[in-house]
């Protein structure tokens, strides 16, 4: 779908967010600028965590914030590579009463999830983005 400004891409991740039980894994890929973050923090905001603590840190890769179930926040933009990724544990995630999100989950050297959700964000002029949801087959 094509979202018109930052709200409507907010909206869509809470919206799928609010039927998350526990254990989704949402890959974010899309280039810089192109709603990531704000999807992100569409999702915490469907998970009943703080919207606003959701950020793009400049040096953490990875950062949890509570709700009604813990979404588990990984940046890869500044991935070095050579194992990084088992070193953050984020095979390990999210956990039952978890959701992992993961920007620029290209980066990843494999997947190490059996059904994520993979979105893909682009730009489309403007304030308006491609949004593309991609859910696995159970
Ligand atoms: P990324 O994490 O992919 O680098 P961000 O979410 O940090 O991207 O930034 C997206 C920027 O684009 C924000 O400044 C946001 O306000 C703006 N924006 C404009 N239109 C949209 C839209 N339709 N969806 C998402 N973000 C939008
Ligand atoms: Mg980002």
Do not use: C, N
């Amino acid at each position: 779908m094509t979202t018109r400004g930052e709200e409507e891409t907010l909206a869509i991740a809470e919206v799928l967010a609010a039927a998350f039980r526990g254990g989704e894994v949402v890959l974010l890929t899309g280039e810089l600028g192109a709603g990531k973050t704000t999807f992100v923090r569409g999702l915490a905001q469907g998970l009943g965590a703080d919207p606003r603590e959701v950020s793009s840190p400049t040096f953490v890769l990875l950062t949890s914030y509570p709700g009604r179930l813990t979404l588990h926040h990984a940046d890869l933009y500044r991935l070095a590579g050579d194992g990084d990724e088992i070193e953050l544990g984020l095979e390990e995630l999210p956990g039952p009463r978890g959701v992992l999100a993961v920007e620029w989950a290209e980066r990843l050297e494999r997947s190490y999830w059996a059904r994520p959700v993979r979105v893909h964000l682009a730009h489309a002029g403007d304030d308006r983005r491609r949004v593309s949801i991609e859910e696995s087959a159970a």
